[in-house]
């Protein structure tokens, strides 16, 4: 939050992806006694190879010349009784397809199956099926049934059929924004999704290995599923460690890029990635350009996140020491996450005493007020959300760290200035602001002086009969009523500042 904090932020991310031992055929060696998995690509899709010129080859689309023409299955031909409709995805690993059985839709993944003489290639899909099977979670991709059959050129394929998200990847997103600018709030609501289906995997023993934004589908209802989980692992104890090297180079851990062992950590890692893409408001190809070649803009696309919550979160999420790194279940105790458990009314949330004390939980409860968007978003629920965090202020405004945080982050105050100002405010929120307004100016002459001068700042450049005008003195009447000090400090700051037009408004019911 102070300069140190800050300097801390940037040397942490800039050093993040600072693997001087990395050169870029890592990921296509073999250790010695491993097998080499790669998914090498700079398309968030997972599937178009990077051009020569450093751009990735768009990821073939249904309704492209060609595409929804399979390969594998041909259109409106009908196996184990699903109809297929269009392919909606294709790589080395076989082709998806969209089916009809009945009035449903599915998604149906087709895979060639190996010879018999290939026992890796063939235990690679019986793992994949039987590792889908057993997950059962609300934001993994629910599997339906698999079963064998041929494909247009008689070769024997296995078949699985999952549910099927209409909304794609948020890798299709990426692909569709070119500044990658997607609301906060929908991102956290993605990660804290993707959080319990990562802890739920870990828990079960399952590393995914390659966690990007084209393996997290969006189901009708924005709700996150995490999917493939061809390069998934199994590690039977506590403590065991693989080393494989797999995974996509643009997300994939430091301590696998470098061959060493790794675990459920790597896991974090690609996660923390996906989600400094989302909130970096960067192009995807600018992105991976300074993720694997041009490292020295890391620290200036990480200044553009403006929470300074979710800016702590990355960092313990990119940590380049596995050891050192968050685990899935402490995500959940990040003041981050649960700033969005508690405003979103999660049931298993409640507050603490201990939050107060919090500064992180703190400035992510007012951040919520900064970015949830009032005058871009006039919804129930964003009304909800902001009236459960002027509650939580209200609630812990006597704790001396929150005083120093509205008095030290400059445009805390100015946020609730603005939200007071707002005309669609109900009455209750508008009254407990009053009351963080009054206990802050109670404090001491600082806080009042900040009080005052932000008052003047936003009477100043107040246009003639708006808001401000109507709701700016009385404001300041109850203010003085409350504490009489902060009228003479009011007073003094308007003349030192020479603010004619603020002391015209603000004191005239004085």
């Given at each position: 939050?102070?300069?140190?904090?800050?300097?801390?932020?940037?040397?942490?991310?800039?050093?993040?992806l600072?693997?001087?031992?990395?050169?870029?055929?890592?990921?296509?060696?073999?250790?010695?006694?491993?097998?080499?998995?790669?998914?090498n690509?700079?398309?968030?899709?997972?599937?178009?190879?990077?051009?020569?010129?450093g751009?990735?080859?768009?990821?073939?689309?249904?309704?492209?010349?060609?595409?929804?023409?399979?390969?594998?299955?041909?259109?409106?031909?009908?196996?184990?009784?699903?109809?297929?409709?269009?392919?909606i995805g294709?790589?080395?690993?076989?082709?998806?397809?969209l089916?009809?059985?009945?009035n449903?839709?599915?998604?149906?993944?087709?895979?060639?199956?190996?010879?018999?003489?290939?026992r890796?290639?063939?235990?690679?899909?019986?793992?994949e099926?039987?590792?889908?099977?057993?997950?059962?979670?609300?934001?993994?991709?629910?599997?339906?049934?698999?079963f064998?059959?041929?494909?247009?050129?008689?070769?024997?394929c296995?078949?699985?059929?999952?549910?099927?998200?209409q909304k794609?990847?948020?890798?299709?997103?990426?692909?569709k924004?070119?500044?990658?600018?997607i609301?906060?709030?929908?991102?956290?609501a993605?990660?804290?999704?993707?959080?319990?289906?990562?802890?739920y995997?870990?828990?079960?023993?399952?590393?995914?290995?390659?966690i990007?934004?084209?393996?997290?589908?969006?189901?009708?209802?924005?709700?996150?599923?995490?999917?493939?989980?061809?390069?998934?692992?199994?590690?039977?104890?506590?403590?065991?460690?693989?080393?494989?090297?797999?995974?996509?180079?643009?997300?994939?851990a430091?301590?696998?890029?470098?061959?060493?062992?790794y675990?459920?950590s790597c896991?974090?890692?690609?996660?923390?990635?996906?989600?400094?893409?989302?909130?970096?408001?960067?192009?995807?190809?600018?992105f991976?350009?300074?993720?694997?070649?041009?490292?020295?803009k890391?620290?200036?696309?990480?200044e553009?996140?403006?929470?300074a919550?979710?800016?702590?979160?990355?960092?313990?999420?990119?940590?380049?020491?596995?050891?050192l790194r968050?685990?899935?279940?402490?995500?959940?105790?990040?003041?981050?996450?649960?700033?969005?458990?508690?405003?979103?009314s999660?049931?298993d949330?409640?507050?603490?005493?201990?939050e107060?004390?919090?500064?992180?939980?703190?400035?992510?409860?007012?951040?919520?007020?900064?970015?949830?968007?009032?005058?871009?978003?006039?919804t129930?629920?964003?009304y909800?959300?902001?009236?459960?965090?002027v509650?939580?202020?209200?609630?812990f405004?006597?704790?001396?760290?929150?005083?120093?945080?509205?008095?030290?982050?400059?445009?805390?105050?100015?946020?609730?200035?603005?939200?007071?100002?707002?005309?669609?405010?109900?009455?209750?929120v508008?009254t407990?602001?009053?009351?963080?307004?009054?206990?802050?100016?109670?404090?001491?002459?600082?806080?009042?002086?900040h009080?005052?001068?932000?008052?003047?700042?936003?009477?100043?450049?107040?246009?003639?009969?708006?808001?401000?005008?109507?709701?700016?003195?009385?404001?300041?009447?109850l203010?003085?009523?409350?504490?009489?000090?902060?009228?003479?400090?009011?007073?003094?700051?308007?003349?030192?500042?020479?603010?004619?037009?603020?002391?015209?408004?603000?004191?005239?019911?004085?």
């Amino acid at each position: 939050m102070g300069n140190s904090s800050a300097s801390r932020s940037e040397n942490s991310i800039a050093k993040f992806l600072m693997r001087e031992e990395d050169d870029d055929d890592a990921y296509e060696r073999p250790q010695s006694g491993s097998t080499t998995t790669s998914s090498n690509t700079s398309s968030p899709n997972g599937n178009a190879p990077p051009s020569k010129a450093g751009k990735p080859l768009r990821s073939p689309k249904v309704g492209d010349p060609f595409v929804d023409l399979g390969v594998m299955l041909s259109i409106d031909s009908i196996y184990h009784g699903y109809q297929i409709t269009s392919l909606i995805g294709k790589g080395s690993y076989g082709e998806v397809y969209l089916v009809k059985k009945g009035n449903a839709n599915y998604a149906l993944k087709v895979l060639e199956l190996p010879k018999t003489t290939d026992r890796e290639a063939v235990e690679a899909i019986d793992k994949e099926i039987k590792i889908l099977k057993n997950l059962k979670h609300p934001n993994i991709m629910q599997f339906i049934e698999e079963f064998p059959l041929k494909d247009q050129m008689d070769k024997s394929c296995v078949g699985v059929v999952t549910e099927y998200c209409q909304k794609g990847t948020i890798g299709d997103i990426i692909e569709k924004d070119l500044h990658v600018n997607i609301n906060v709030w929908r991102v956290l609501a993605w990660f804290t999704q993707l959080c319990s289906a990562l802890k739920y995997c870990h828990e079960e023993g399952i590393i995914h290995r390659d966690i990007k934004p084209s393996n997290m589908l969006i189901g009708e209802d924005d709700t996150l599923r995490l999917c493939d989980f061809g390069l998934a692992k199994m590690l039977n104890s506590k403590g065991a460690v693989t080393y494989t090297i797999c995974g996509t180079p643009l997300y994939v851990a430091p301590e696998i890029a470098l061959q060493r062992p790794y675990a459920f950590s790597c896991d974090i890692y690609s996660m923390g990635l996906c989600v400094f893409e989302l909130t970096c408001q960067q192009q995807h190809d600018l992105f991976y350009r300074a993720v694997l070649r041009e490292r020295e803009k890391i620290p200036g696309m990480f200044e553009k996140i403006k929470l300074a919550s979710l800016k702590d979160l990355i960092r313990k999420m990119v940590e380049p020491d596995p050891d050192l790194r968050i685990s899935a279940a402490n995500l959940f105790k990040h003041p981050y996450v649960r700033c969005y458990r508690y405003l979103t009314s999660n049931p298993d949330y409640t507050l603490t005493p201990t939050e107060g004390s919090d500064v992180y939980f703190i400035s992510a409860i007012i951040e919520a007020i900064v970015f949830e968007g009032l005058q871009n978003n006039e919804t129930s629920r964003t009304y909800s959300v902001i009236s459960k965090a002027v509650n939580c202020i209200l609630l812990f405004i006597h704790e001396q760290s929150v005083i120093e945080l509205l008095t030290k982050e400059q445009q805390y105050i100015k946020a609730l200035f603005s939200l007071y100002l707002d005309s669609h405010l109900n009455a209750t929120v508008k009254t407990e602001l009053s009351q963080i307004f009054i206990t802050y100016i109670q404090t001491s002459e600082r806080c009042r002086k900040h009080f005052a001068n932000t008052l003047i700042e936003i009477a100043q450049r107040s246009p003639e009969s708006s808001v401000e005008e109507r709701t700016l003195p009385p404001l300041v009447s109850l203010l003085s009523q409350n504490e009489p000090a902060f009228i003479t400090t009011l007073s003094t700051q308007l003349e030192f500042r020479d603010a004619p037009k603020a002391s015209k408004l603000l004191l005239s019911q004085q």
